[in-house]
């Protein structure tokens, strides 16, 4: 069984006028296809100003932004110059519009705050380069087999076309230079990468030029590509490098801490570390540790490559008054409910002194007024005084609050006017808990 067959492609000079048809068909950017683009570029703004993952997704499926570069890279294979100026034209306006729409979005949009899925778009790295690169040659193996299926609409996704335009639109909008130019730089990557992947299947496939181009042409050529190439992937490769050494820092940087800040009856409750800044600090909890450990811990930092790293240690709370060999997370999280529940108890007991302040203010308020009314409606009342006090109870019944008014009269008050006056204090001063004393 010979394996070569499982991954033989044949394409016919009829294929071949078919493919270019196709491709020559995506290219242009005109009514539907314009207007297709700025909506899908409104829906992929949207998605990346909320977060949303499936919103952008959507976008990127919609999106015809994959066709001009497919051109561009299909021109250079196939020497149609003219294919190729029309294919940079269109694909320069597709991108101008994106930018320009974007920025339209977000300078109207009320949240200005940069998501997740927005800052990954501003620093573009080698895994891009590749993804680019790989998708591109999945797209161009694509265009040419005859049942398509989801691959071009799989490499629009993959290597998100869509996005750093929306990004880029995002940094012109609030002024961020640094968002924009990073996001620009990744769609130039995808743009170079999938046209060099679609250019290397069409020499692969064999299709046949449309111009002569002689050896000596076709050599300048290959440089001008190869240039393009080299200048598109070294600030890839810079920042690749960046994000290598400071995975590998914060590696090492926590075997340290996990390693050699271990102490027993202490805990490493919070660790900040700093690529950036080479410094390494850590807050521990528990029983004191000396500062000769600490430097012998120190010392030890050339061990894991972090010699030149400063170590700052800030200590806790002391095991005699807490003991924290016992306290997890679980136990923290108690005390701070408890501490949430006394608060509450205290808030509760304070309104219950308010109302009861207000209650004693309002009767002090009435009690003068309260008076001149009584001796205008009965003449005999010479003098008021009102008070709360507390009824308790032999039986164990619990305690309430009374409103005692204590009657001084000329003479011994009739049982009808005893009643009427008992009903007008409870209407006046509000209340049913009412005693009145001669």
Known sequence: MDIREYFYISITRSDEQDIIESVKKGIVFKGFNLWVLVFAIFVASLGLNVNS???????????PLMGPIIGMGLAVGISDFEMLKRSFKHYALSAGVSVITATIYFLLSPINEAQSELLARTSPNIYDVLIAFFGGMAGVVAICAKEKGNVIPGVAIATALMPPLCTAGFGLAQGEWMFFLGALYLFFINTVFISLATYLGIRFFRFQRYTYVDKKRGKLVNRYIMAIVILTIIPAIFTTISIVRESMFMSRANSFINNELSFSGT????????????????????????????????????????????????????????????????????????????????????????????????????????????????????????????????????P??????????????????????????QTRLETQQLEVIE
């Not at 993952?53 to 999106?63: C, K």
């Not at 308010?354 to 003068?368: D, F, G, P, V």
């Not at 409103?403 to 008992?422: F, M, P, S």
């Open 53 to 63: 993952t499936a919103v952008i997704i959507g976008a990127m499926l919609i999106s």
């Open 267 to 398: 805990q490493v409750i919070q660790r900040d570390i700093s690529w950036g800044d080479n410094a390494i600090k850590v807050i521990l909890i528990g029983k004191k540790v000396h500062e000769a450990n600490i430097d012998s811990a120190r010392s030890n930092l050339r061990y894991y490559h972090l010699g030149e790293t400063n170590l700052t240690v800030t200590q806790g709370f002391d095991a005699d008054s807490l003991n924290l060999l016992s306290l997890e997370n679980a136990s923290i999280e108690a005390l701070y409910k408890q501490d949430e529940q006394t608060i509450e108890e205290l808030k509760l007991r304070l309104s219950k002194l308010e109302q009861e302040t207000a209650s004693y203010r309002k009767i002090n308020s009435l009690s003068e007024v309260v008076t001149k009314e009584l001796n205008t409606l009965f003449p005999n009342i010479l003098s008021v005084a009102i008070g709360q006090s507390i009824r308790n109870y032999t039986d164990n019944q619990t």
């Open 400 to 425: 309430d609050t009374i409103c005692q008014v204590h009657l001084n009269t000329k003479g011994k008050l009739a049982a009808i006017d005893y009643q009427r006056i008992t009903s007008w204090l």
